[in-house]
Structures are given as structure tokens and as C-alpha cells.
């Protein structure tokens, strides 16, 4: 069982290889961060050997609070790869929304607070919003593989023929915050760049 967050390609030459050794093979990718990991509220993106997943689902359901089989091995990574996608350009918005309202003389505070109270509100912006507002980034998901899932997933997307344009712009955007030596912060230090120095 595979808990890693690598490319489809990748964990089949992993199943391939366990496989031509004798035994079985479940990629289990998370979703969730240090924090659902401690509170045992990780999602489980599993696929693979189904008799396996069975097995081993009384273990999963300690660690998280969901799993899904989604079918034949690389199907886990893509969906891991989806969901990182979608929350790393997320909180590249975020950021272009909060140095936009400062740049206009608009309190952080009052723009999350119209935003936690509105169509946008989730549990992320509620979150990360706060530490980016105030230059803060306690590591949870290092910068550095939200980066790396971004270009994953935009790796996967060229595989099938997608264009996808906000990812390609976001995944620049991680890769010169990471150039900046912030990789090993918190993924929401993509807003560092617009932090002014006091």
C-alpha cells in the first residue's frame, strides 16, 4: 500500500515491479495535510487491487475519514493530482485577491470576511487566508510539492491533449516563489512575493 503522490506512469512501474515479485499492490494517495493526518481525517484515494483494498480497509478507516477505490492502478494518482491542482490555484486567486484589495487600501480582514460569508467561502481560504494576510506560513504542505503536483497534473493534462491555462500560470507562479527559497514553507507562501517588508 502506496501512500505517495507520484504520476500514474510512475506508480504502474511500481504495481509492475511489486507484481513480478509475488505480491500485491494498492496506491492509496491522501488528501489531507499534517493536520487531518494527526486527527485521523485523511481521504484515501485508493486503487489497484481491489481484494487488497478490501482487506485493508478497517486500517483506513483509523487514519482517515474517507476512502474511495477508483478503479485500476494510476487512477488514485490522477485524482490526487486533480485535487492538489485545484487547491494550489485556489490559493494562487487568493493571493492575486488579497495583494489586489491592499493595493486598493481594502483590510485583508474585511475581504475575507465578505468572503467567508459568501459563494467562496471554504475551509481553506479560512485557513490559509489569516497566515497569508499577516506574511505567515507554517509548513503543513511544503511549497515545494504543491509545485510538484502542479506540474504533474499539468504533465498528465498534456498526455491527454489538454490545455489547461490557470494551472500553467499558477504552477509558474509556485515555481518562482519556490526560487525565492520558500519551497520548504507552506504552500500558501505563493503569496510571499506580495508581502511587503515592514
Given at each position: 500500500?502506496?501512500?505517495?503522490?507520484?504520476?500514474?506512469?510512475?506508480?504502474?512501474?511500481?504495481?509492475?515491479?511489486?507484481?513480478?515479485?509475488?505480491?500485491?499492490?494498492?496506491?492509496?494517495?491522501?488528501?489531507?495535510?499534517?493536520?487531518?493526518?494527526?486527527?485521523?481525517?485523511?481521504?484515501?484515494l485508493?486503487?489497484?487491487?481491489?481484494?487488497?483494498y478490501?482487506?485493508?480497509?478497517?486500517?483506513?478507516?483509523?487514519m482517515g475519514?474517507?476512502?474511495?477505490?477508483?478503479?485500476?492502478?494510476?487512477?488514485?494518482?490522477?485524482?490526487?493530482?486533480?485535487?492538489?491542482?485545484?487547491?494550489?490555484?485556489?490559493?494562487?486567486?487568493?493571493?492575486?485577491?488579497?495583494a489586489?484589495?491592499?493595493?486598493?487600501?481594502?483590510k485583508?480582514?474585511?475581504?475575507?470576511d465578505?468572503?467567508?460569508?459568501?459563494?467562496?467561502a471554504?475551509?481553506?481560504?479560512?485557513?490559509?487566508?489569516?497566515?497569508?494576510s499577516?506574511?505567515?506560513?507554517?509548513?503543513?504542505?511544503?511549497?515545494?510539492?504543491?509545485?510538484?503536483?502542479?506540474?504533474?497534473?499539468?504533465?498528465?493534462?498534456?498526455?491527454?491533449g489538454?490545455?489547461?491555462?490557470v494551472a500553467?500560470?499558477?504552477?509558474?507562479?509556485?515555481?518562482?516563489?519556490k526560487g525565492m527559497g520558500?519551497?520548504?514553507?507552506?504552500?500558501?507562501?505563493?503569496?510571499?512575493?506580495?508581502?511587503?517588508?515592514?
Open positions: 500500500v502506496d501512500c505517495s503522490t507520484v504520476s500514474a506512469e510512475c506508480a504502474k512501474k511500481i504495481e509492475d515491479a511489486i507484481v513480478k515479485a509475488g505480491g500485491t499492490y494498492l496506491e492509496a494517495p491522501v488528501s489531507g495535510s499534517k493536520k487531518p493526518a494527526e486527527d485521523g481525517a485523511l481521504i484515501f485508493c486503487a489497484g487491487d481491489e481484494e487488497l478490501k482487506r485493508i480497509t478497517g486500517a483506513l478507516e483509523v475519514k474517507k476512502q474511495v477505490f477508483l478503479g485500476k492502478v494510476g487512477k488514485g494518482a490522477e485524482m490526487k493530482l486533480v485535487v492538489n491542482m485545484v487547491m494550489s490555484t485556489m490559493l494562487s486567486s487568493l493571493s492575486e485577491g488579497l489586489l484589495s491592499e493595493a486598493c487600501g481594502l485583508s480582514e474585511d475581504v475575507l465578505v468572503m467567508m460569508n459568501g459563494a467562496v471554504n475551509p481553506m481560504f479560512a485557513l490559509k487566508g489569516p497566515l497569508m499577516q506574511g505567515k506560513y507554517p509548513t503543513a504542505f511544503p511549497l515545494k510539492h504543491a509545485q510538484k503536483d502542479l506540474r504533474l497534473a499539468l504533465l498528465t493534462a498534456d498526455r491527454e489538454l490545455a489547461l491555462p500553467a500560470a499558477s504552477n509558474e507562479q509556485y515555481k518562482r516563489v520558500r519551497g520548504d514553507d507552506d504552500f500558501c507562501a505563493v503569496h510571499a512575493p506580495f508581502v511587503k517588508k515592514g
